[in-house]
């Protein structure tokens, strides 16, 4: 078993651009996201991407007028995002989304968890304590975003196996083990090489997050919450600071 920063590191990092459909496609996602998120943000508000990965969406928050601070513990995602994101205002930080207060200089407007992030973080602790510090940071009417997957109901059997993405030269295959509060996710890469398929395989536990408990935990620490579809059938939970 990898953790999270290994498992980026050395297996999804490198083939995560890839994974995503390619820079442009993958931007256009996230600026579709961005647009469907409408915060109520004026221009060069401060926003935070915690997760933030190659950019999906803080390069669109960024073009269209924000600030961003984007952060996340791996370095090969943040290089990515370097590349991609030309003279925008975003502040690339390399560290856990758990400390981003310490990269704070004023609140922020809002501050997002995108694209199944938060199932990263290790147990339910680790999420009260997120939602903590977002409550504490935020001033009335900042948003705080999160969308992920809802693997409260285990997949069964065949289920279990999910064609990720494929080409000529590499197929990406997820197989999910269940444990009752975790989802064991083991990544399976099939490379086309000089002497033929080569195979890696990389495993990394998520957590099961159900999204009434996470609304729950929102709610009880000051914020009105609304829940409604995200992309790639992830669950969206927007929650305003009263
Ligand atoms: C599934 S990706 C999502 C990336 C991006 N938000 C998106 O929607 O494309 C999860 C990201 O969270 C990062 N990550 C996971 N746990 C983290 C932590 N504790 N602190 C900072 N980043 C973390 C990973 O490195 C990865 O880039």
């Avoid at 401060?46 to 601070?69: E, Q, T, W």
């Avoid at 579809?229 to 992830?234: A, E, L, V």
Wanted: overall charge negative; charged content about 25%; glycine content about 10%.
């Amino acid at each position: 078993m990898s953790t999270v920063a290994e498992h980026y590191e050395r297996h999804l990092g490198p083939i995560y651009l890839w994974m995503a459909g390619g820079a442009q496609a993958a931007l256009q996602a996230g600026d579709a996201e961005i647009e469907a998120l409408n915060l109520p943000a004026a221009r060069g508000d401060l926003v935070l991407d915690l997760g933030a990965g190659f950019g999906m969406h803080s390069i669109p928050l960024a073009r269209r007028g924000a600030r961003v601070v984007a952060i996340d513990s791996s370095a090969g995602l943040l290089a990515t995002l370097g590349g991609l994101r030309g003279e925008l205002p975003i502040q690339a930080v390399n560290g856990d989304l758990l400390g981003f207060q310490s990269h704070l200089t004023e609140s922020p407007s809002a501050i997002l968890c995108m694209g199944d992030t938060i199932a990263h973080l290790p147990d339910f602790g680790a999420v009260e304590k997120l939602i903590e510090q977002a409550s504490s940071e935020l001033a009335p009417g900042g948003v705080f975003v999160a969308s992920f997957r809802d693997y409260s109901e285990p997949l069964r059997g065949k289920e279990r196996f999910i064609p990720v993405r494929s080409d000529a030269n590499r197929i990406l295959t997820c197989f999910l083990e269940y444990e009752p509060e975790a989802v064991l996710v083991h990544d399976i890469l099939h490379e086309r090489a000089p002497e033929g398929w080569r195979t890696r395989v990389s495993c990394y536990r998520k957590l099961r997050l159900p999204p009434e408990r996470l609304a729950g935990c929102l709610r009880s620490n000051g914020f009105e919450v609304r829940r409604e579809p995200g992309m790639r059938g992830m669950v969206r939970i927007l929650a305003q600071r009263v």
